[in-house]
């Protein structure tokens, strides 16, 4: 049937052929163009990703970690990022650091606690002014009873009982003569006390001075080994030194507050033990002498 069509009329069929050529080479040509335009579009738009990403700043490593997704770390990743612990320096390897100059401060630190203490045991009211020894012996005076008396201050023994005792051996003497003697005894008494307060206010002195002592001496340590290196380059040159002279000069300063307020607590105390004695005696003096002596010179006026 096509042969015959093509021989019946060969000119038609060419035709045809021609016509359905140049719409084939059409269509190719089309579809050759758009994927020319995909390629070069392609082109340009990863030539510009590429511009973009040369002129963006680069990535830290933290950023870095943080843009990719959690699967991708590595496991020992967080861990290497953590900061190793350092670890703090002992008590003991600290008074270490101060050097000789620690043993001297030991040795201050040591005497004022045993001299506190010594203080905190003998300077008591009992060892001073006994509560109710003043009405007892008022009592045991108006009767008369002064072996009596002399016992009792002897089983309490105090400045108090001291000067009553005095006075119950020297009372055929005036007023004037057993107040002077009384007051001399006060005053030994608690001069005697104040001066076993004394050591405490002197490592209160010397301990700040011991640590500017050891102070100096690890300042010019730290010269000498800069000096011998020759470079301040090593910060770990002067760690020694430095530290020296910081751990001697706290410790000072921490030996000589408390013993300062310690040394002044005790003055404190005498002299209010100090205070009381002394209005304690003058009733004593005043109620057994002075005023038999008054009533004695009024009844002699009289006659």
């Known amino acids: 049937m ?14 045809a052929a021609g016509v359905g050529g140049r719409s084939a080479a059409r269509r190719l040509a089309l579809i050759l163009a758009f994927l020319g335009f995909f390629l070069t579009a392609g082109g340009v738009f990863e030539a510009r990703a590429d511009e973009e990403a040369e002129m963006a700043p680069p990535q830290t490593a933290t950023e870095t970690i943080e843009t990719q997704p959690a699967a991708e770390l590595e496991p020992g990743a967080e861990e290497a990022g953590e900061p190793e612990m350092v670890r703090g320096v002992s008590f003991y390897e600290r008074l270490q650091q101060g050097g000789w100059p620690m043993l001297f401060l030991l040795v201050l630190s040591v005497s004022a606690l045993t001299f506190a203490l010594e203080r905190a045991i003998n300077l008591r009211r009992e060892a001073v002014l006994p509560m109710g020894l003043t009405e007892r012996a008022k009592q045991l005076w108006a009767a008369g009873k002064y072996d009596e008396l002399t016992d009792e201050c002897r089983r309490r023994p105090s400045t108090l009982g001291a000067i009553i005792q005095t006075l119950v051996r020297h009372r055929h003497c005036g007023y004037l003569e057993l107040s002077s003697l009384s007051g001399d005894l006060a005053a030994r008494d608690m001069r005697h006390h104040l001066q076993k307060s004394y050591p405490i206010a002197v490592v209160a002195t010397l301990s700040p001075l011991v640590g500017l002592l050891g102070t100096v001496i690890g300042m010019i ?14 910060a770990s040159l002067l760690a020694g030194g430095i530290s020296m002279a910081l751990v001697t000069t706290a410790t000072g300063l921490v030996i000589a507050a408390p013993a300062l307020a310690v040394y002044h607590f005790f003055r404190t105390r005498a002299n209010r033990f100090a205070i009381s004695l002394e209005g304690e005696v003058n009733e004593l003096l005043t109620s057994w002498f002075l005023e038999p002596e008054q009533e004695l010179a009024n009844s002699e006026r009289m006659k």
Do not use: K
Not at 7 to 12: G, L, R, V
Not at 222 to 234: H, M, N, Q, R, T
């Open 2 to 15: 096509t042969d015959r069509l093509i021989a019946a009329n060969p000119m038609t069929y060419n035709c």
């Open 221 to 234: 340590e730290s010269f000498e080994i800069v000096a011998i290196a020759g470079s301040l380059g090593d």
